[in-house]
């Protein structure tokens, strides 16, 4: 016990600065645990938590896809659902005018609740072939929860050019 008195009189700073050094490793290495460790192990973290609230069933997959194919002008629909985002791809038939396309395009969204549409985006591609008569077009829109009901923005779809 006197051994630890000298020791303690002696070394008093050393011994209450390595006891500072030691606890802030803990505290940084609790920290450095729990921020790159922790968690969730869902790739989209808490993004999802209300995702049972708002199904998109199979089964409305299917009718969204068979009701879009019934149209003359659309040769296929394809429907996939990645976390909060819908990509509907539309292939329609060659000569299909852009505008057109477009127009059924938003029509589609008539098909989605009111309780899809304030939760996921969606994310769509129209496909047309090119042909002789037409140059076919391939563009992309996207309509999120916070934009309005009736609304998709599309890309500018502006024609590349070669040169020679």
Known sequence: ME???KFWQKNKIL???VSILIACFIAICIVVA???FGGSSSVYGDRLKDID???ITKQFQKDFVADLESE???DNVTIS???RIVYIRIQYVADTVIEVAESKALASLDKFSKNILEYYDLNYTLVSEKTENSDGFTIMGAKNVSSNKDQIVWNQNTPVESEE
């Open 72 to 74: 003359d002008i659309i």
């Open 3 to 5: 051994k630890l008195k």
């Open 15 to 17: 011994v209450v600065l």
């Open 81 to 83: 659902v990645k976390g």
């Open 34 to 36: 729990t921020y790159f």
């Open 53 to 55: 609230k708002h199904p």
